[in-house]
């Protein structure tokens, strides 16, 4: 790794009001105050709300299972339904339409879109406290990692060729792409430079803290995992997803996790971007809707089965890694310490395309010359019980598990808590427990107010409500929940009603039946609309 310079470049008036703002905000501890935390945030990218054995699922997510009975799981944690918006909410601790990053109308916004200097990400707003921070994985926020605090990176960019990236930069500086059969692959690689940071931070920096975001690519599309891993999950899921999607909500109500009904499968409903030729390059076992399992023809059910058998290999191998990560700190007997996150970006995505090195029939699913997607029938069963897939602001596109693990800060163990929280309050959250006040202000000062709230006091009793309301907006999907009320809509079709507290199935649409709760919430969510894009304006 090469060595980082204390002195960076003078920036904008503003950026300097920013720094001089963090510094002066920013608590000391009291001498016989304990240490501030170690922070990691660990993401991965569109695993469903049930993936986790912890949370129902089947696949075999030990290390995850062993945080979730030490800590906290949340049962109604929400993310913006797509990558780059959830990573720019969650460092920042902002709606990531009110920072450009993502659509609003009249705004250069979107996916493309650059932060106004004020929203910082989090290694900036902790360094002033003395942390170091690593960042391994993937980015899709705007800028360059080394340029936005964070001491060292693996950026992993080409996030289509798990064994044999052709763009990935440690430092933000390029790499060469892995050869064929290296051993390389993405989980592995990300993990490594992860747990090449701690030992690091180790050896040379053990008197400060540090944050670690750990962002890794699965169980994202393409479909590519280890044989070894696909091995073990070969025959699992030959009952189809009917049957496994039932096993997966009784599992959830006996953990506790959701009230009410399962939703049922919108047959109708299927990927939500139209690529008409890759029905054609995947071959006849792929199918984009959730059609009856008995529907399917023979050959389809294998196709199908083996997807998935791959999908769960990816999660596997995600969790052996981060069991890699658990070790580490235990080493350097920092875990008790460390205030640690593990999230998705999105729910299951019911995308189905064909892109980068494109796809071979001939060849084992799930190698590198394979593109093989979830698809909208096994994203379903991923997203169980929930309704939509990612893109989508119904619950299944914004509901992710949130554990949530820090023994020394933390008291309960293997608790569940109930109430609404999402990712604009990791920011908050961390800079309450690392003993700095949010930044506070107006839009013409250096910093606005964190639209994240600080979760400490439920990480104490779910006795107490964080948010007021909650708002989405995506690709003309849009939402917003005030309390146990749910105001959602697909993009270009009307309003519907649905109260969570029974209902987060989003089964029984109230729409008609309360037309003045529909125009009540519908006015706030217009309201917050315009807030964000006064604060988004240059």
Request: hydrophobic share 40%; glycine share 8%.
């Amino acid at each position: 790794m090469r060595p980082i310079s204390l002195i960076r470049p003078l920036r904008p008036l503003r950026d300097f009001a920013l720094l001089a703002c963090l510094l002066l905000t920013a608590k000391l501890p009291a001498a016989d105050a304990p240490p501030r935390p170690n922070i990691v945030i660990i993401l991965a990218d569109d695993l469903g709300y049930s993936d986790l054995g912890c949370y129902g699922g089947e696949i075999q997510t030990p290390g995850l299972d062993a945080l979730a009975k030490g800590g906290l799981r949340f049962t109604q944690f929400y993310n913006t339904a797509r990558c780059w918006p959830t990573r720019a909410a969650l460092l920042t601790g902002y709606y990531p339409q009110a920072i450009r990053r993502d659509t609003l109308p009249g705004i250069q916004s979107g996916s493309g879109g650059t932060r106004p200097p004020w929203a910082k990400l989090l290694p900036d707003m902790l360094r002033p406290l003395g942390y170091r921070s690593y960042h391994s994985g993937k980015w899709h926020i705007d800028g360059k990692p080394t340029e936005n605090g964070f001491d060292h990176s693996y950026l992993l960019q080409d996030a289509g060729r798990y064994f044999s990236p052709k763009n990935h930069l440690e430092d933000d500086k390029p790499l060469p792409q892995p050869t064929p059969g290296s051993g390389y692959y993405s989980t592995t690689a990300i993990a490594n430079h992860a747990l090449k940071c701690l030992r690091e931070h180790a050896a040379k920096h053990a008197d400060q803290p540090f944050f670690s975001y750990v962002a890794f690519l699965a169980p994202h599309f393409p479909l590519h995992a280890l044989p070894e891993d696909i091995a073990r999950y070969k025959d699992k899921y030959k009952s189809g997803w009917e049957a496994v999607r039932q096993a997966r909500w009784e599992r959830i109500q006996m953990l506790g996790l959701v009230k009410g009904d399962l939703s049922a499968v919108e047959h109708d409903i299927g990927p939500p971007y139209d690529f008409p030729d890759a029905m054609k390059k995947l071959g006849p076992g792929e199918v984009n809707r959730p059609l009856p399992w008995s529907d399917l023809t023979k050959e389809q059910q294998q196709f199908q089965a083996a997807k998935m058998a791959i999908h769960a290999a990816m999660v596997d191998r995600m969790d052996r890694e981060i069991g890699r990560i658990i070790a580490q700190l235990k080493e350097m007997k920092q875990l008790d310490n460390t205030l640690l996150f593990f999230l998705s970006d999105n729910g299951a995505s019911a995308e189905i395309m064909v892109r980068d090195d494109g796809h071979d029939q001939a060849a084992e699913p799930g190698s590198a010359n394979t593109h093989l997607c979830l698809g909208p029938g096994w994203s379903s069963v991923a997203n169980t019980p929930f309704r939509r897939h990612k893109t989508w602001v119904h619950e299944g596109g914004i509901s992710t598990p949130l554990i949530v693990h820090w023994p020394a800060g933390i008291k309960a163990r293997g608790e569940l808590r109930y109430h609404t929280g999402h990712v604009v309050d990791l920011a908050p959250t961390i800079l309450a427990a690392a003993q700095r006040a949010s930044p506070s202000a107006k839009k013409d000062d250096a910093n606005p107010t964190l639209h994240g709230k600080s979760l400490l006091a439920l990480f104490k009793s779910d006795d107490t409500a964080t948010h007021n309301y909650l708002w989405w907006s995506h690709e003309g999907n849009r939402a917003l929940r005030l309390a146990n009320w749910k105001l959602v809509a697909a993009a270009k079709q009307p309003w519907e009603l649905y109260d969570l507290t029974s209902d987060r199935s989003e089964s029984a649409n109230l729409a008609e039946k309360m037309p003045d709760k529909v125009a009540e919430l519908a006015k706030l969510w217009e309201a917050k609309q315009t807030e964000f894009q006064e604060l988004a304006k240059p």
